[in-house]
């Protein structure tokens, strides 16, 4: 990633971290912004998420939801680093 590449990134993490959650409180109370959303179903899914049949796809689509929460809440432009 270039250096404006990697700073509009972090710039929109921490828009990520500035946004109120949208999780449902009281199943994920620990979730205080938008970006724990995705770390508190992440670490509440894990278990049924990380078998062999689900871990491809699961991790595509969560890759996808937190890029496309990335764009469409935060306005970043380019693409989830790997």
Known sequence: MSEAMRQEYVAAIN????????SDKT????AL?????????????????????HLFGAHKYYVWLFEKA???????????PV
């Open 70 to 80: 990335l764009r469409d809440e935060c306005g970043y432009t380019g693409y989830q």
């Open 33 to 53: 912004s938008r970006y724990e959303d995705f770390v508190a179903f992440h670490m509440t899914h894990a278990m049924e998420l990380h078998d062999n049949m």
């Open 27 to 30: 199943r994920f109370p620990g």
């Open 15 to 22: 828009c990520l971290l500035k946004l109120p959650p949208k």
